[in-house]
C-alpha cells in the first residue's frame, strides 16, 4: 500500500501550540501509512529538533510580516518544492503560513488542502484595514480549502460569523499535550533553587512568545500593581522575541527587576510549571493555547483573559478565572484572592487537572489526524 504523502507548512519552529502540533504530526504519526515531509521559515527554536527526524525545507523568505517581495519569493520556492515532492496533502498552521501555503498548494495543483486554525489572525484592536484584510485573505484561503480544523469550537463560531468557509468544512480537533509530562512530573521542580528564591516566595508565571498577541505589557503591569503590596510574589515570562526591550523598558520602567523574570525560550516547560503556585495569560486572543492546556495538567489554576479559546476550558470560578482584557487590577485581585483562600484554590486545583483528560494527550489527538487523512484521501 502506498503511503500518503503529507507537507506540513508551519511559519517558524517557536516554542508555540502550532509548532509543537505540526512537529508531534512529523514524529509521531504511523510511519507504515504517512510519509511527512515540513516547510518552514528559519531561525525557530525548534529548527534542530527536526535534525535527523524529519525532512525540512527552510525556506529564508517565509516570514510572520507582511512583505510582498519576501511573500513573492516564498511563495516561488514552496511552489518548486510541492512541484517536485508532490504530496497527496498540504496541511498548513498558524496564520503567515496558512494564508501563503493554502494558496500555493492550489496554484501547484494540489487536490487535498487543510488548515489548522490556532486563532484567526484579525481581532478587535487592529485597524480597520487591516482586520479586514486578513478577513478578506482567509475567506479567500477557506475557498481553496478542502477541510478547516479549529482547535476550539470558539474558532468555529467565530469563522462562521464572518462567514469563512462552510460549517460543513470545519472538523474539530483540539491540541494535544504529553499529559503524564505534566500531571506527574517525575523529579522535583527546581526553578526556585535555579533562580536563587525563598521557598516561600509565590511565582506567577505565564508562557508565550513576546509579540503582540501575548500582550505581555499587562502581564508586567499585573506584577507592579501585585508587588507593590507583597514583594514575596515572582513573575515568571517564559518565551522571546522582538518585543523584548519593550518589556524591558517597562520593568525598569517600574523597578521590577527584582520581581520579574525574562527566562528566555525553554524546554522544560513541565518543571517550570510544577515550580508555580499562579499560571496568568493576557492574550487578546488565542485559538487554544497549549501553555493553558499544561497549566490546568499540572493543577495550576489559570487566569486568564476572557477571549475565544480560553472559554474552551477555563470556566470562571469553577476551575479558573476569566478576566476582561486589559484589566491589569482583576487579574492581579483574582491572584490575591487565590493566594489568600487556599481551600478554595485547591478545590479549583483538582477541578483544573481534572479538566485535562485523555482527549487533550497527544495521541488522541494523533489518531484524530491519521483518520482524517485517510478519509480525505480514499485510503
Not at 512537529?23 to 535534525?51: P, Q, R, V
Not at 483538582?350 to 485535562?356: C, G, P, Y
Amino acid at each position: 500500500m502506498n503511503k500518503i504523502k503529507v507537507c506540513i507548512i508551519v511559519t517558524k519552529l517557536e516554542l508555540g501550540g502550532a509548532q509543537k502540533v505540526a512537529i508531534d504530526l512529523c514524529k509521531k504519526t504511523d510511519k507504515d501509512k504517512f510519509e511527512f515531509f515540513m516547510i518552514c521559515g528559519m531561525g525557530g527554536i525548534l529548527d534542530d529538533e527536526t535534525s535527523g527526524v524529519i525532512k525540512v525545507y527552510f525556506v529564508k523568505d517565509l516570514i510572520r510580516e507582511i512583505n510582498p517581495l519576501k511573500d513573492f519569493k516564498a511563495f516561488i520556492e514552496i511552489y518548486k518544492i510541492l512541484k517536485k515532492e508532490k504530496p497527496d496533502i498540504v496541511h498548513t498552521h498558524s496564520s503567515k503560513a496558512g494564508i501563503l501555503g493554502r494558496i500555493t498548494a492550489f496554484a501547484a495543483g494540489i487536490k487535498t488542502i487543510i488548515h489548522t486554525i490556532h486563532g484567526f489572525p484579525f481581532n478587535d484592536t487592529q485597524s480597520f484595514f487591516k482586520k479586514n484584510l486578513y478577513i478578506a485573505l482567509e475567506k479567500l484561503c477557506a475557498a481553496v480549502s478542502t477541510v478547516l480544523i479549529p482547535v476550539s469550537t470558539e474558532n468555529i463560531k467565530k469563522g462562521l460569523s464572518y462567514k469563512i468557509g462552510k460549517e460543513k468544512q470545519y472538523r474539530y480537533i483540539r491540541l494535544g499535550i504529553d499529559i503524564e509530562n505534566f500531571k506527574n512530573l517525575n523529579h522535583a521542580p527546581l526553578l526556585k533553587k535555579e533562580l536563587g528564591l525563598e521557598e516561600t516566595d509565590k511565582i506567577v508565571t505565564t508562557i508565550g512568545p513576546f509579540k503582540p498577541q501575548k500582550n505581555l505589557p499587562d502581564f508586567i503591569k499585573t506584577a507592579n500593581i501585585v508587588l507593590k503590596k507583597d514583594s514575596s510574589f515572582k513573575f515568571i515570562i517564559t518565551g522571546d522575541g522582538d518585543g523584548r526591550p519593550e518589556l524591558e523598558r517597562l520593568i525598569a520602567k517600574y523597578g521590577l527587576e527584582n520581581g520579574v523574570f525574562l527566562l528566555g525560550w525553554r524546554r522544560d516547560i513541565s518543571n517550570i510549571l510544577n515550580s508555580s503556585d499562579f499560571f496568568a495569560m493576557t492574550s487578546l486572543w488565542e485559538g487554544l493555547p497549549i501553555s493553558t492546556i499544561e497549566a490546568m495538567a499540572c493543577g495550576l489554576v489559570p487566569v486568564v483573559n476572557d477571549v475565544d479559546g480560553q472559554r474552551e476550558i477555563v470556566k470562571d470560578g469553577v476551575n479558573g478565572f476569566l478576566v476582561k482584557p486589559y484589566d491589569a487590577e482583576d487579574t492581579a485581585a483574582k491572584i490575591f484572592y487565590l493566594a489568600k483562600n487556599s481551600e478554595i484554590k485547591d478545590k479549583m486545583s483538582r477541578n483544573a487537572k481534572q479538566t485535562i483528560d485523555e482527549t487533550f494527550g497527544i495521541d488522541y489527538m494523533i489518531k484524530q489526524h491519521e483518520n482524517l487523512y485517510r478519509e480525505l484521501t480514499g485510503s
